[in-house]
């Protein structure tokens, strides 16, 4: 790894992130997966659907090893499948069978190097501060931080080089933090359209404007969520405060990281050429996948073709593929070719649900390019996000044992 | 009625449409609702799901009485409950009970003063021709005329308007037709939205733009149509010929009539202030309504604000209220508050599925305002706009006994 | 009316009902339709889903006006449509919009004849005794007093015999009741069921085993109720206590009311022919419509036919409708002849869903028949029922103003 | 392997299934896996939905390997891709991307030493038929022969023994045939129902009588299949032919083969004890998997316990395990304690489909003990069984190269 390929993808911040001379470095060394030491991590907020989904995720991975549960104290001392209401279609791994459930609490998960947080946003704020000033590292699936000025949002094949306001973060502590600190990762909803839009932002140029109307699924709003009496042979056309998320976050991640006079460095939020954003959610009667139609004008003049469109999609690479995240998929973007495709049964699965899938794309006559997105919102849109943004923080050297 | 009522909504065509020297006036007077003389009406595709509507609106209209039965030969000579394949949820009405279906010949809809046609696309082209080229009265469904330039494609509450065009198909026949012509209806997904759209013309003057994504329910796919494998926990994210249909039906319908020098008059395809249009259709499973999430930008700067809309909306009447057509609903438009409305389960039977759903009024970050649409795809969608076109055309002296 | 109409359909209560030396009836004459003076009601649990089912049938009862309306401490002192989530798919009645939610106070309903309560079960027992004590006449919904040996559990169409036992009710009482009672209906699942089992043993004499697989719509478990996740896509076969209720209310709906030596009433829970209840039950989705797969062995040898069956079951009418009730249905069972029917989205609105439909009655290779029922549960299968015992209960002069 | 591993599992044939003077196994040996030969196979009816599923299973098998592909001359001549509208959740498989699909002739599949038939039953009968006289080994999921006295009808963990009768369907064939044969899986609800069901006769000996009730899902139904608008929000309590066939093929699998006089075999179709079964059959709205409720009376009195129950269905092994099938599940049934299990959302996938899930085993009121299955229906109800057939009938020496 050499820091070049961290360029930032869409946006302002064209300084490399620098961890060489960073004290974070110089005390956790890049890992090495050739030592074969394993990662310990923590789940909070374990018999969840996104904490479920993370112990799905972890059983059989490469670097991380599930090392402690966390859950209310209601679920504490229980073993875990006791515990646990599971919902997944695959078995309970064999990993977390016998563990015991523990209390939310720093000095429970101290060992551990990782901790994710599949907390809901109610306790979330609280617990996962109590554990970065404990000096933890957090990858947070809560909204709760998402707007902090000193917390990168991070979708982690669009805009890793925002790892580089953690320093920032630490030294705001008070006393200054040596591994804690809060990454959290998107909306479920933002996360699939952002991948494509920095796809093309890196293409070609900044885009100015964008109308998003999306199809989303029911496990977007967790377990047990929707009611079935007002989902099925129906569609709810508002999800609570999604809209102004993707509105927000969509600038947070697009934009770059601009550096003060005073040195200090803060989210530009796609300052530099502003962005329009403007979304319409819609929950419809799908399990798991969310759809979005976007529409999108360039700044530039004439805007790209659909075909080159395609074809800029086609190519897309990203940090998290070329530094070898080993959860990054092969391809982050697949393009369907087929007329009515991608569609959240057939595509949700791709790569694991680690790929979104976009289709459709054509002239719009109003904008100047209108397509389809699919992401699979309980993969790449919660638990996979943050841990490609873990595994990313171990080979920036952030994060290790 | 006097013609003052018959004001084109939004456009062109400002000369009240001039019946009153018309032959058709001349032989077939203001049908006189003191007369009780019930109007004789038939139906093509009778067994066909906007068929086996038409038969159930008809079932105890007050002018219409149902006369005629068509379907396929495979069907002709069959009483009507052994031919069809009775799919409405209320009981197949006591009148149809009894009536042998006849095949699709002009001959045998001698005595009908309105012929509705459910067929599918496939026949209608060929049939519909030959039942006007026997001087009868046809208004259809099927989308086979609609592009003609001679046939009007009327929006009961928008542009019944464009019925000046008749006189001219009527002439452009040979020989020369006294009563018969076709009108069409419009694709369900346009009708649920050209509604709001002309109320906001009507109010705000000409729109310059407007995005529109569809959420459209499986019954506009007609029946076997969507294969559940296709749909169940999933979304189509393509209808074809859908988002054609839209774009350039919604020109048709908003625009006006204009009279060339010769005399003659044309659609001008809301011409004279050029209006993009840019659909994306999804099928969704829902079973029956049509929800659209619409963006606009008026041509009038500044734009109205949000709450102006809901005024206009709320505020909004059309002819065929006015003029006193029985189907007519109360209100066209039912301007939701709540949050999360329309939704397709709990509004589509509003007014009997006649009336329109709107909410969720507010700005938009990149055109100027936007709102959901919530329309019954086979009542006003279908079948609904058909019948009171066909009340229209009684009160305009069009048709008659 | 005559006490005849009111002998047991096929138990051994064979005494009629004898109201007239009741001093229940001495003090509440039969009500005379003919007086015009509407009967006050009030509703428990307005604001859920039963409630809001008993609101939408008493808007335009004929006999009963809505009165009062309870609701938690929460909702009360609001405008009703501030209060509720209305959830109908008919707009909120006209007399309940400016209704102000009451607490569910005896004393706040005083002056209503009839009191609905759409209670849940965690708060019915306490308020609908307090109701009672009160003097005032309670119609549940809810579970709690069903078993209990002096309430009788009443299906309508099924065992208003059962009203017998109410005097014995109010005199167990202390002090002793003049009006109060509580009278409940049954379990949705059970009452569908009972309604065509019931006409086979008042056709062909007590069955002496029957088993019976539910299809359940999610509307069976309230709001929010079962959440998306769980039923989507999905059949979950369990439904907490269902089977147990099932296979117990039968037997005492089903059964008599037995006199013992010292004149007290008791059911007798179909004890002179013993009857075997097997039930299985399922949760579908399906949002409105329980279907039941019933097999059925009769004690009779040889059996009757199906034919025969087919028959009874066409012919069957019962007190509710000689008597009168203007909620009861023209025809309280449909027999489907078509081979693939009764299925719940088309044929549970038949009769408003006051009637249930049986289908597909055929030989059982191992019991004697087999078919097919499907009963609307929100209507006969919950308010429906409730309201009609009301009405029941008037034309036996044991309520009235 | 020894012919010991062959006994019938509950049945009336005790002779070991002897192929070792077979000419059959003299020509083709018992399938060396060592010797790492791949098995070249033919699909028949490779653009259908099961063929698609063959195509899926195959594309990984550690000894078929996929050699043809046929289909209607429709698709004949084109590349698998462009005749296929793929539909498997999993991307098309590299291996059938570059095949070009072939008319279904026999002459063009010579070189395969198995043919599996995901044909439709109108085209199947002419077609294997076809394919036997041309002494192929065809493996069918098409329903045309399982009825036929001298064609197994064989689920794999199930009869193997049944294999016994194909040396007289070669003899049967004019002239003998030496390698070809017809041997069909079962119906998908009969599958499912069938595995239980023998571990329980293999454990308590015969049943006497069983009622089952099925929820089977739409890809039951094929594609197009179930039309949307018949099964969304619904149930269809009726599937054409379905009950006869589960109650006619439930008594020829679980049944033995009796030898005549004159030696020839035969299906006793479980005579020795008559069993009845009755069945039940409804269409719901669930993508994949069927479940079954299952009331069973035993011959043995007293009957086993639901305990006893569950200690067999545990510890049931079947001879595909044993001999070492490779596509045989670990476990072929699944026992769930959880009161609310089997789902098939949950649990369809359990073991990639192969094995079936059993769960709430309880005392029956009417029978002896009730229980509910869930199985895969496009897995071990259909392809997975016919490919587990054909890795039996390798093992059993009857095919090879």
Known sequence: MTSSHLRPTPAADNQPT???????LAKYPRHNMQDGAAIKVGVLGATGTVGQRFITLLANHPWFVLHALGASPRSAGKRYPVAVNWKQ?????????????????????????VVFSGLDADVAGEIEAAFRAADLAVFSNAKNYRRDPLVPLIVPYVNPSHFSILRQQQLAHSPPLKKGFIITNANCSTTGCVIPLSALEKAFGPLESL??????????GGYPGVPSLDIMDNIVPFISGEEEKMEWEMLKILGGIVKNDDGARAFDMHARTPLRVSASCNRVPVIDGHTACISVRFSRRPPPSPQQVREALVGFTCDAQTLGCPSAPRHAISVHEEPDRPQPRLDRYYQDGAGVSVGRIRQCQVLDIKFVVLANNVSIGAATSSIINAELAVLKGVVGN
Do not use: N
């Open 18 to 24: 620098d961890f060489s001379s960073s004290p974070l």
């Open 211 to 220: 109308l998003v109307t999306t199809m989303q699924a029911i496990s977007g």
């Open 89 to 113: 279609t695959s078995r309970l791994p064999a990993v977390a069978r016998e563990m015991i459930v523990r209390e939310c609490k720093p000095e429970l998960f101290a060992d551990c190097a």
